[in-house]
């Protein structure tokens, strides 16, 4: 079992650039897929970006592809999201995700582990 704590979160003007960091529980972090997910204001969570255990592979939504970038630092047991060009429409809670798998995964529901959330709130 794995808990997952976000920090990172905040206020920025638009094209400003935000930093995420999940911090996970236990000694196994390195056999989990991790992922980041983002939940509009009464709206379903949605895919944002993923990474597989070694950090090797990736995947991204359409909507952040060039802008986010997802990272892992297996000895510090810590995924990251790296958010440059911040757009409004990117104001959302945002939510680490892990699953004890070696791949990647793009649904909510492969994830077994969330954390609480932080929000992210980009102005104009």
């Known amino acids: 079992q794995v808990q997952l704590v976000e920090s990172g979160g905040g206020l920025v003007q638009a094209g400003g650039s935000l930093r995420l960091s999940c911090a996970a529980s236990g000694r196994t972090f390195n056999r989990y897929a991790m992922g980041w997910f983002r939940q509009f204001s009464g709206k379903d969570r949605e895919f944002v970006a993923a990474?597989?255990?070694?950090?090797?592979?990736?995947a991204y939504a359409d909507s952040v592809k060039g802008r986010f970038t997802i990272s892992r630092d297996n000895a510090k047991s810590t995924v990251y999201l790296q958010m440059n060009s911040l757009k409004p429409e990117d104001t959302a809670v945002y939510y680490c995700?892990?699953?004890?798998?070696?791949?990647?995964?793009?649904?909510?529901?492969?994830?077994?582990?969330w954390g609480q959330g932080t929000q992210v709130t980009v102005s104009s």
């Open positions: 990474i597989n255990w070694s950090g090797g592979n990736t």
């Open positions: 995700a892990a699953k004890y798998d070696s791949s990647w995964y793009i649904s909510l529901d492969d994830y077994n582990y």
